[in-house]
C-alpha cells in the first residue's frame, strides 16, 4: 500500500489554482486597459453605487484578510523547514581515493527496514559533514505496523551495523512515523 503524500499535493493544486486565477485577472485587467476587452470600459466604476457598504461587509472583509495571511505566513513557516543537506563523502589514502554518496550509504538500511513486517515505505537522509554525520529517518507503517518493535529492529541490529559500514562510533538519528491510510473496503 502506497502513502499519500497530500500535504504536498494539496500545496501544489492551491499554487497552481492561485497562479491561474492571478494570470486570468492579469490577463482581464490588461484586456480593458488596452481596450481589447470591450465588456467594461477603463474609466467605469468598479462597482455600482457611490455609498460604502454596510459595517458588517468591511468587518467580513478584514477578517478574511487576517485568516488568508495567517494562512500565508503558516504557509511560509513550511517552506523552510528543508531535509538537511547531505554531502559526499570522501576516503582516501596514498593509493587512491573514494568518494561515498550518502544515498547509496543509506539504501541497504532503507531496504531492510522496507522488509520488517508492518513497514509501508522507509526514507531516509544521512546528513552533514564526514566526522559528524546526522541519521533523518521518515518510516510509513501499515495499520498493523508495531512502531515499538521497529525501533527496537533499528536500535538492536539495523543502526549497529550501519555504524559499523561507515566506521563511525555514533549516529545521532530522528526517526519520524507515518501512518498509511487504511485501504477503503471494496463492495462486492
Known amino acids: 500500500m502506497t502513502s499519500l503524500n497530500r500535504p504536498a ?22 484586456g480593458v486597459c488596452l481596450q481589447i476587452v470591450t ?7 468598479l462597482v455600482p ?8 461587509v468591511l468587518y467580513v472583509v478584514a477578517g478574511a484578510a487576517v485568516v488568508v495571511a495567517g494562512l500565508a505566513a503558516r504557509w511560509l513557516l513550511a517552506q523552510l523547514a528543508r531535509a538537511p543537506k ?4 570522501h576516503f582516501g589514502d596514498d593509493t587512491g581515493q573514494t568518494s561515498l554518496d550518502p544515498g547509496a550509504a543509506v539504501a541497504p538500511l532503507l531496504d531492510e527496514v522496507k522488509d520488517l513486517p508492518g513497514v509501508a515505505d522507509a526514507r531516509g537522509t544521512l546528513a552533514g559533514k564526514q566526522g559528524s554525520p ?14 515499538t518493535e521497529i525501533r527496537r529492529h533499528l536500535a538492536e541490529t539495523a543502526l549497529p551495523r550501519l555504524r559499523q559500514a561507515l566506521d563511525i ?20
Open 134 to 147: 546526522t541519521l533523518a529517518l521518515v518510516i510509513t507503517a501499515d495499520q498493523e505496523g508495531n512502531p
Open 9 to 30: 499535493r494539496l500545496n501544489r493544486v492551491l499554487l497552481l489554482m492561485t497562479g491561474l486565477v492571478m494570470l486570468a485577472a492579469t490577463a482581464f485587467v490588461t
Open 39 to 45: 465588456a467594461v470600459a477603463p474609466g467605469s466604476a
Open 86 to 89: 547531505s554531502t559526499t563523502w
Open 49 to 56: 453605487g457611490t455609498q460604502l457598504p454596510p459595517p458588517w
Open 169 to 188: 562510533a555514533d549516529l545521532p538519528t530522528t526517526v519520524e512515523f507515518r501512518f498509511a491510510a487504511r485501504a477503503p473496503e471494496r463492495v462486492r
